[in-house]
Every structure is written in structure tokens, then in C-alpha cells.
């Protein structure tokens, strides 16, 4: 396969990694592969969520949308033992499901807590291309394509055009699944931003700091992003809201990929009700 793809042993297996490694299922347990992916990937010599192809997580995105969980609410978490160890059928939760059914693992443990997350880049992309699918109508050509573009206008420093490719997804949702709700709109948003980042990029939401929490960020390779998101509120607040939860500063110092200071820039975004769209986007003076 190294010979067929032209990637050294080496290389390759840190690819198998990146798409097929992390599964744990007890704390301190070694991580381990998705044999089937793994052995589709070898025979096939190529790379592909060949295990979210054998089926879709339509109960777990009904779960989410009726717990009003957000997705940055299940990604990279900590969560108590007690609430993962029972899957109650009376009343189902979203966490224990996920975890359950292989779309998150245990990241890290504490004494009575663990950090989920997805495992890899096979699970991550698969679950949030199915969730994109079960919220907007974009074909999955289309949103690869829209994706692409995105990333790139990020990572050239085109705030205005990965904006408007945000809108053009966004303007797909049906009316009738739009609840309009904040939360809601962080989910689709964060989703998007992982699909069209990750990687070679980092995307986390719900990130804290001492006096607050930022929404969403986009750690590129050459620029940080740090995304405040509001519902039918001007663009100045949010970014005085982001100004004193120091929402930046976590991210200041650090140098990209070409070693030199990467900027972080903070962008206020703001959706509307009406609109069920992105309405107005305003951005802070870069700092490094």
C-alpha cells in the first residue's frame, strides 16, 4: 500500500492512525484499531470511512436534537463515570449512547471522570457528515466542495469569503427543521468548520477560560480563529464579549507552521431568526 499511495512505511502507518486508531473502552486501557477499516483500507489501498458507510447514526442525531445537546457539548468532554456507565432505554442520553455505539471513546480518565471524544478522522467525519445531511440539504459533493473553499478562504485569511460559503450551507436547512435556536446553530456551525479544517487544522467549541467560554475555535496552520456566535445581537457585543472572557489569549503566542508568530483573529458572528442565516460578521484587531 506505501508503494501504491507513495507514502514510507512510516508515513503510512501515522495515516492508519489518524483514521483508524483510538478506540478505548476501559481507563488506562491500550487504544486500538477499527479492524475493519483497517483491513477495507489495506485491501483497497486507499483511505475512507469505510465503517460509517455500513450504516448511519439517524438515533443518535434524534437524541442530540431532542437532549438539545450541541457538539460542543460531546467532543472532547469531561463527563462523570456515573453518568457513562447505564443506558437507561426509558430515557435515553445522548453521551452514554454516542460512547456506546463507537462514536466516541474514552480520551483521558480521572479518578471519578473521563474525557470522550471521537476516536479518529473516520468517526469524526462520517458523524458529522450525517449530521450535516440530517440538517441541511446539501448534496455531500456540494458540501465537500463548499468545505474546501472554506478551509482554503480560512487559511488564506479571507474572512468575507469563508462567510459566504457559511451562508450558502447554511441556506439549505429546511424551514421546517429550523428551530432557530442558538445552540443549534453553534452545532452546524462548529460541524461545518471540522469538516473543512480537520484536518490539518484543530476545531474545539465550548473552549473555557477563567471568565468564560469561547464558542468555537479554528486552529489553522498559519492563523487561529476564535468565533463568538450570537442569535438576532449586534456583532459589538459579542466582541466585547470575547474581548473580556479573554477568549484570545489562550491562543496568543504560538508560531504556525512557516515558525513565525501565528495571528489570532476574533470574529463576532451573528444568526438570525428571520433570516435562519448568517445576518452580519465583524472582526477584532489581529494580535499574535
Excluded at 432505554?89 to 483521558?108: H, M, N, R, W
Excluded at 479544517?197 to 489553522?220: K, M, N, Q, Y
Aim: hydrophobic share 45%; proline share 5%; glycine share 10%.
Amino acid at each position: 500500500m506505501a508503494d501504491a499511495v507513495g507514502d514510507s512505511s512510516s508515513e503510512l502507518l501515522a495515516r492508519f492512525g489518524e483514521w483508524y486508531d483510538g478506540f478505548r473502552f476501559a481507563a488506562g486501557a491500550e487504544r486500538v484499531f477499527n479492524p475493519f477499516s483497517t483491513l477495507k483500507a489495506l485491501y483497497s489501498k486507499e483511505f475512507g470511512a469505510f465503517w460509517a458507510e455500513t450504516g448511519t447514526p439517524d438515533l443518535l442525531v434524534r437524541v442530540m436534537a431532542r437532549s438539545h445537546i450541541g457538539l460542543g457539548e460531546i467532543d472532547n468532554v469531561w463527563v462523570p463515570r456515573a453518568a457513562l456507565a447505564t443506558l437507561d432505554p426509558a430515557g435515553i442520553e445522548a453521551l452514554p449512547l454516542l460512547l456506546q455505539a463507537g462514536y466516541l471513546t474514552i480520551v483521558e480518565a480521572a479518578d471519578q471522570a473521563f474525557r470522550v471524544g471521537f476516536p479518529n478522522r473516520e468517526v469524526r467525519e462520517g458523524f458529522l457528515t450525517h449530521l450535516l445531511h440530517a440538517e441541511a440539504t446539501v448534496p455531500e459533493r456540494q458540501m465537500a466542495t463548499r468545505a474546501s473553499r472554506l478551509a482554503g478562504a480560512l487559511d488564506q485569511g479571507d474572512l468575507d469569503a469563508a462567510m459566504r460559503e457559511m451562508q450558502a450551507v447554511f441556506a439549505n436547512i429546511p424551514y421546517p427543521l429550523d428551530d432557530a435556536t442558538e445552540k443549534r446553530y453553534h452545532s452546524i456551525f462548529q460541524a461545518i468548520l471540522t469538516l473543512a479544517c480537520c484536518p490539518p487544522g484543530g476545531v474545539v467549541g465550548e473552549v473555557p477560560t477563567s471568565v468564560g467560554r469561547a464558542d468555537v475555535i479554528a486552529d489553522l496552520p498559519r492563523v487561529t480563529w476564535v468565533f463568538e456566535l450570537k442569535r438576532d445581537a449586534g456583532t459589538s457585543a459579542a466582541l466585547r464579549q470575547a474581548d473580556a472572557g479573554g477568549y484570545a489569549g489562550l491562543w496568543r503566542g504560538r508560531t504556525g507552521s512557516d515558525d513565525v508568530g501565528k495571528p489570532v483573529r476574533v470574529v463576532a458572528v451573528t444568526f438570525g431568526s428571520r433570516e435562519r442565516n448568517i445576518t452580519e460578521w465583524a472582526e477584532a484587531l489581529p494580535t499574535t
